[in-house]
């Protein structure tokens, strides 16, 4: 878990049942990042072909006026710049590591699928088990309690209100 910092930019808390911060997440529907670069509505990315359409992303035929724009999804994949990271420790993570990539690819399927801006950027292994990066803060979680459900073992979670960022850790059992 993290530290605790009184006066410091994170203030975490160790509820069992983070409901603030669960309804933090749900107002910050839409991601801050560059909003000097607010698409145009209708717009399609140039990138991913997502489309911008009555101020909402979705997969779908490029709308006839259509402006080009790059989704904010893309921006952070290009710069490097995640807003969420699960990280899975323990033995079973580096036994079970073919498995769990499927599930996670899974999850990201369905969750892309009705939400393009939520993706994966990276996964990575570590000397513990592996990290994913992704695009958006719903992601984390949701892969999180798959293989929670799936595995067993414990979720926490820690968002970082001024950099609108996300760290979810699954401890395999
Ligand atoms: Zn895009």
Known sequence: MGQQHQHGRKVVDHRPQPERRDRLIQEKEHDPYKPSLKPADPGVCTICHAVYEEGR?????????????????????????PA???????????????ELLAQVRHQETLESSEHPLN??????????????????LHLPRRVAEALRSHHHGEVTWQYDDDDYFLRVHWQAD
Do not use: E, K, N
Not at 59 to 74: H, I, M, N
Not at 84 to 98: C, K, N, P, S, Y
Not at 120 to 134: F, K, P
């Open 57 to 81: 992303w979705h997969w779908g035929a490029r709308p006839a006026a259509a402006s080009d724009t790059v989704c904010q999804a893309c921006q952070r994949i290009r710069d490097h710049i």
């Open 119 to 136: 993706r994966i950027m990276d996964i990575r292994d570590t000397s513990d088990g592996m990290t994913v990066t992704t695009t958006d």
């Open 84 to 98: 969420g990271i699960l990280t899975m420790d323990g033995a079973f993570v580096r036994t079970h590591r073919a």
